[in-house]
T-cell receptor
Framework: KAGVTQTPRYLIKTRGQQVTLSCSPI?????VSWYQQTPGQGLQFLFE???????NKGNFPGRFSGRQFSNSRSEMNVSTLELGDSALYLC?????????????????FGPGTRLLVL | AQTVTQSQPEMSVQEAETVTLSCTYD???????LFWYKQPPSRQMILVIR??????QNATENRFSVNFQKAAKSFSLKISDSQLGDAAMYFC????????????FGKGTKLSVKP
């Protein structure tokens, strides 16, 4: 099976712009989670989607949003970019279901999108 | 709130030797999962090993094994016969059973392997 793919791999934006990142999960996986990775804050959970519904959300401002399509592909959007949004954005997929429980809920990560905000 | 602590920012090991990476966590939950992920430089994060809290037996995957001490809330990773390809950032992560997504990560340990 192909792994988790993320596009684009690199992005440069300026403050105030918005950006959309895309994630395609492993075939058959229905849950997609997003994480932000920075040197200072480490890895932080943004949100999780399952069957086109956001099931869980981390502690990020409303500028960060996401959605999931019927084929389980997911996008995240960051509006009004700030310098502090520069980070590696990681997407992870898992089979989903079981209310998020069960040993099959291991998350598999994509290569990430590196966003630089100038 | 749950937290994960990795007290060793950097570690070094000689090729073919054994190294242990430490991880402690804080939770009031009794049912959860613990993970070790490896992130090589500029490469994808991959799962190394997983442990279910309800299982007393320590998980093992080839050269990788864990020492899970539930009462002490400790979850260390032992790498035996270290190889150059083991050089990476290692992240310990926690997820409460029933929590969708929401892996809570430690800050990571950078492991260097000397030839």
């Amino acid at each position: 099976k192909a792994g988790v793919t993320q596009t684009p791999r690199y992005l440069i934006k300026t403050r105030g712009q918005q950006v959309t990142l895309s994630c395609s999960p492993i075939s058959g996986h229905r849950s997609v989670s997003w994480y932000q990775q920075t040197p200072g804050q480490g890895l932080q959970f943004l949100f999780e989607y399952f069957s086109e519904t956001q099931r869980n959300k981390g502690n990020f401002p409303g500028r960060f949003s996401g959605r999931q399509f019927s084929n389980s592909r997911s996008e995240m959007n960051v509006s009004t970019l700030e310098l502090g949004d520069s980070a590696l954005y990681l997407c992870a997929s898992s089979p989903g279901g079981s209310g998020g429980a069960g040993p099959t809920e291991t998350q598999y990560f994509g290569p990430g999108t590196r966003l630089l905000v100038l | 709130a749950q937290t994960v602590t990795q007290s060793q920012p950097e570690m070094s090991v000689q090729e073919a030797e054994t190294v242990t990476l430490s991880c402690t966590y804080d939770t009031s939950e009794s049912d959860y999962y613990l993970f070790w992920y490896k992130q090589p430089p500029s490469r994808q994060m991959i799962l190394v090993i997983r442990q279910e809290a309800y299982k007393q037996q320590n998980a093992t995957e080839n050269r990788f094994s864990v020492n899970f001490q539930k009462a002490a809330k400790s979850f260390s990773l032992k790498i035996s016969d270290s190889q150059l390809g083991d050089a990476a950032m290692y992240f310990c992560a926690y997820r409460r059973r029933g929590s969708q997504g929401n892996l809570i990560f430690g800050k990571g340990t950078k492991l260097s392997v000397k030839p």
